[in-house]
């Protein structure tokens, strides 16, 4: 299984980009694991919020294959613990040739988007800036992989 990390728009932030670059390097030494990011959008200010979600939206489909399987990081998607989280994706594993896990942009995800996803998952029930979502879900990927592993990385 291969993970992609489909985001929206350049990472801003220098400890945002330093915290993602520190997790990926873990990342790929348990999955084959890149991040893929949609231009930011020319002109967004003059854009209607659902504009914006539909413009990002199929750039986003775009990227999409058929046979991928696609999962929302999104605030009205399921909520696991880590150790729960980890399970999910072990079950994944075997049938799920490429995941893609997508982070949408300040307005959230179009209808289209929705529609295609095959799950939608929730980091928390607090809302997080899809700037700092990126850091926060590379370090529950990371510490899926060593729960899955049995590695002392996790603590319960």
Known sequence: MRITLV???KTRDPFIREGMEAFRKRLVHYVP?????IPDLKKQGNMTM????????SQMLRRIKADDHVVLLDERGEQYSSIAF???LNGLQGSVN?????????YGFSEAVYRRA????????LTFSHQLVRVIFMEQLYRAFTILKGE???HE
Do not use: C, K, M, W
């Open 7 to 9: 985001q929206t728009g």
């Open 86 to 88: 980890a399970e999910y």
């Open 33 to 37: 694991f890149e991040i893929a990011t």
């Open 118 to 125: 095959d799950s939608r998952v929730s980091l928390s029930r």
């Open 98 to 106: 490429r995941l893609l896990f997508v982070i949408g942009g300040p």
């Open 50 to 57: 659902n504009e914006v979600q539909e413009s990002e939206g």
């Open 152 to 154: 002392p990385y996790h």
